[in-house]
């Protein structure tokens, strides 16, 4: 099976900076698209940043500027260094991750979710 498990998460003031990681495992024939997304008390679930295959970021409006998605396709990790944080991106960030296995099907897994805390 594929786990995919985050670290990174803590509480910082705002202004401070965090770096996410999730590192995807398993039966993996192939990650593909690999992105972030959190979620506040009370809020949908929303998608941050992504990345594809080949690097190509896409950023919600709330993420340009501040945040920075990358990935290390040779451990299948995939990460978010995020700057200037205000105490809005208090959530709990998940990374998720776009995956075929051998049998090339692919499917879509979630990270375990990490609390992000920004507060003075």
């Known amino acids: 099976q594929v786990q995919l498990v985050e670290s990174g998460g803590g509480l910082v003031q705002p202004g401070g900076s965090l770096r996410l990681s999730c590192a995807a495992s398993?039966?993996?024939?192939?990650?593909?698209?690999m992105g972030w997304y959190r979620q506040a008390p009370g809020n949908q679930r929303e998608s941050i940043a992504g990345?594809?295959?080949?690097?190509?970021?896409v950023y919600a409006d709330s993420a340009k500027g501040r945040f920075t998605i990358s990935r290390d396709n040779g451990k299948n990790t995939v990460y978010l260094q995020m700057n200037s944080l205000k105490p809005e991106d208090t959530a709990v960030y998940y990374c998720?991750?776009?995956?075929?296995?051998?049998?090339?099907?692919?499917?879509?897994?979630w990270g375990q979710g990490t609390q992000v805390s920004v507060a003075s």
């Open positions: 998720n991750a776009d995956i075929k296995d051998f049998r090339r099907r692919s499917s879509v897994y």
């Open positions: 990345i594809t295959s080949g690097g190509t970021t």
């Open positions: 398993g039966s993996i024939f192939r990650v593909d698209s």
